[in-house]
């Protein structure tokens, strides 16, 4: 799941996971948030992102002040790496945000760390509505039983597609292709184009969830891993091989042009990344990008879901009521989806998203997208991510580009993932 376009998946999931991972946390108790003073509230509001996320969040602020006079917000942003070791700094002085930015591979985590607020209180009191969501995505922040998260924003795994390439390949993709016929148009790109099919999977773990979803099981269950060694054994095999077929890019010259992505530098003719992230290799690359649907292995079952960003709010704060109308606000007004666009994604509300329409043709084609897979039904329940989901991710990016690089073979790094992900996820 995706949380920044200005964030590539390996960079993202790098700091999503290995940083973390040494840091402790044990907060507790509902205790400290901030001041008010002559009937007035403060709240905190914090959030990673970009500069332009940003100055759209805060227009978003200046209209919520504008209808809740006596709430004021306090804002603070950062760099996804720098928000989570703040986050992390704050929650264990007792002091985190009233309301942040929030991700699903993050709520089990911080839950039993005690510092999530369960918002269904504020929804029975009238403060939060969770009726209009989008494709069941109310349910979306919803772990055993608790509401510790409200989506602002939707996406889904896609594969990018550089179209002027596949045009040229004579390759054509549509929903209900296989993975043999994925396989079939990377060899056909390579051989006819000159250049590799696809950037690399071996380290997209959402794919790889999606793959095992195919074959009914899941990377992550409740409380652990959903898969065998044999099972990533046979995923990274293929991978490497890819690699040294050509069908896939040399990670070395992956490497060499960091950040952009082997798509826009013209290394590959395609990746599969959030839909939303498609945005960023049309301000990168010269050509013209597009969006493919998932192969899949029996013509119907994709796997696939919608994620999602999300507002939570602190078990510590003063003023449960105030943050859960700040992301009531911001979850459902119209004009905050005017404002925000596809920023974080698709609004997940029937209000905002009817309220932006987008006018450029790569946001268009985010939105037909998402819609394509709502009309076709091959969306399901999103699968549960144990506390320590972080460090499992960050562990499988990374062993996999060592896979990749030639620093350690298949067998080896099969033991060494699922050694690291058991410790963390404490199986």
Known sequence: MPTSGSVDRRGLLKIAGGSLAA?????????????????????????????????????????????????????????????????????????????????????????????????????????????????????FGEVDGKLLGVPVGSNSMALVIDEKVYEKAGIAPKPGWTWDDFDAAMRKIRDTQGMAGDSGMYGVMYLYDLYLRQHGKAFFTADGLGFTEADLTQWWTKAYDGVKSGVYTDPKKIAQIKPKSAVAAELAAGEFTWDNFTVRYTAEGKSDYGLAPIPTTDGKKTGQYLGSLMLSGSRRTKHPKEVAQFIDFMVHDPEVAKIMGYDRGVPTTTAQYEAFKPTDEVNKQIAAYEQQLVDTGVLEPITPHPAGADVAESAFLRIAEELALGKRPVDDAVKQFFTESNTALGS
């Open 23 to 139: 840091l402790g946390l044990t907060a507790a108790g509902c205790g400290s948030g901030s001041g008010s003073s002559g009937g007035n509230v403060t709240i905190r509001y914090a959030w990673w992102g970009s500069e332009d996320r940003a100055k759209r969040i805060n227009r978003t602020i200046a209209l919520f002040e504008e209808k809740y006079p006596k709430i004021k917000v306090k804002t603070d942003f950062q760099p996804y790496l720098d928000f989570w070791k703040k986050f992390n700094t704050q929650a264990s002085g007792g002091n985190p945000p009233d309301v942040f930015q929030n991700a699903v591979g993050f709520l089990r985590k911080y839950d039993q760390k005690n510092v999530l607020l369960d918002l269904k209180q504020q929804v029975s009191a009238g403060n939060l509505s969770m009726d209009g969501f989008r494709a069941d995505l109310a349910t």
